[in-house]
């Protein structure tokens, strides 16, 4: 490739039925690159048809590809073709964390060990595979109420209001629920609720400099009966958020999520999701790749914090990584 070359973009779509990987989301990100690089689209379903396309790409452009991917997988539905590690496998520098590092993002237990070696306050959990004396024993110890969820699902999946254990016989039905539905072992963890409970979403993003966009979940502004983001309303773009007006906890929550950012090996962007009580800051999880689409938390908390229009936002985004990779 001929030094001083145009750096060139291919755009993997994989649509879902969920916003942030919708037909709209994608054209915005597209809309978006095209203002400043040639961007080669690329819609397959299959790994050899986007292995083949990449790599002619590759041959023409060499060192001058980058590869824009918002998706685990190429096939969704049934979790198959997992696209970071693909990538990675390929050569092909792309957007966003490696495929190790995205791997133990999706998988809770491990995300929640890694917090706790690098001291990151987490709620006290346990893994459930099936009811047990074990099972009991453990959430007796932890105590009640307890939030139940898929131990390696992302996009709120398997969360709704019978996600909540106040008793025995509840914890019971959410764990065999889990293992019925999602074929896998449920974490079982403190639910941290109460009247002084409150939950932040906290954007990280290198975008030039390291950017923090922590935003508050506005409960009580969300039609919703339980204080918790649900399946359902993920998908429908319900959830409702307010700026964090309160400059020492902007501060505490920026500090707690890039440690998570660190501690997780995170690159490019990520969503840290955390709650706080009366006693302590907690971190819930990672998402390591967040939603881009119109509505989602990050591009519309960094508009709202630091008046950076979503073409900006995916176009600094992009650079920044670029420049991580030695691109620029």
Same mark, same amino acid.
Not at 93 to 105: F, N, T
């Given at each position: 490739m001929e030094k001083g070359a145009p750096m060139k973009v291919a755009l993997i779509k994989s649509f879902t039925d969920k916003p942030w990987r919708s037909e709209q989301t994608f054209q915005r990100v597209e809309d978006s690159l095209r203002e400043k690089w040639p961007v080669t689209v690329i819609h397959v379903e299959d790994q050899k048809s986007l292995e083949e396309q990449l790599q002619s790409l590759k041959d023409q452009d060499g060192d001058q %590809?980058?590869?824009?991917?918002?998706?685990?997988?190429?096939?969704?539905?049934n979790k198959a073709g997992f696209l970071p590690a693909m990538l990675d496998e390929w050569?092909?520098?792309?957007?966003?964390?490696?495929?190790?590092?995205?791997?133990?993002?999706?998988d809770k237990v491990q995300t929640k060990q890694k917090l706790l070696d690098w001291q990151i306050p987490t709620p006290a959990f346990c893994v459930a595979e099936q009811v047990d004396r074990e099972?009991?024993?453990?959430?007796?110890?932890?105590?009640?109420?307890?939030?139940?969820?898929?131990?390696?699902?992302?996009?709120?999946?398997?969360?709704?209001?019978?996600?909540?254990?106040?008793?025995?016989?509840?914890?019971?039905?959410?764990?065999?629920?889990?293992?019925?539905?999602?074929?896998?072992?449920?974490?079982?963890?403190?639910?941290?609720?109460?009247?002084?409970?409150?939950?932040?979403?906290?954007?990280?993003? &290198?975008?030039?400099?390291?950017?923090?966009?922590?935003?508050?979940? &506005?409960?009580?502004?969300?039609?919703?009966?339980?204080?918790?983001?649900?399946?359902?309303?993920?998908?429908? &773009?319900?959830?409702?958020?307010? %700026?964090?007006?309160?400059?020492?906890?902007?501060?505490? %929550?920026?500090?707690?999520?890039?440690?998570?950012?660190?501690?997780?090996?995170?690159r490019d962007y990520s969503r840290v999701d955390i709650r706080i009580d009366q006693t302590d800051s907690y971190v819930l999880e990672i998402n390591m790749m967040p939603g881009l689409g119109p509505h989602s938390f990050l591009p519309d908390a960094l508009e709202k914090i630091y008046s950076l229009p979503y073409n900006r936002f995916i176009q600094q985004l992009t650079e920044a990584s670029m420049k991580r990779q030695a691109m620029l």
């Open positions: %590809l980058f590869v824009f991917n918002i998706a685990e997988y190429l096939d969704e539905d050569g092909m520098a792309h957007l966003g964390s490696s495929a190790g590092a995205i791997r133990v993002g999706l099972l009991k024993e453990q959430a007796e110890k932890i105590g009640y109420p307890l939030f139940v969820k898929p131990a390696m699902e992302g996009g709120h999946i398997g969360i709704n209001d019978d996600s909540i254990a106040r008793n025995e016989s509840q914890l019971n039905q959410a764990v065999e629920r889990i293992a019925g539905q999602h074929k896998q072992a449920a974490l079982v963890e403190q639910f941290i609720s109460g009247e002084s409970m409150r939950e932040f979403s906290v954007g990280v993003v &290198d975008a030039g400099e390291r950017l923090y966009a922590p935003v508050e979940i &506005d409960y009580e502004a969300m039609n919703v009966s339980n204080a918790i983001l649900s399946h359902e309303v993920a998908v429908n &773009d319900l959830e409702k958020i307010k %700026l964090v007006e309160d400059h020492r906890l902007y501060e505490q %929550l920026s500090n707690l999520a890039e440690r998570t950012f660190i501690a997780l090996d995170a």
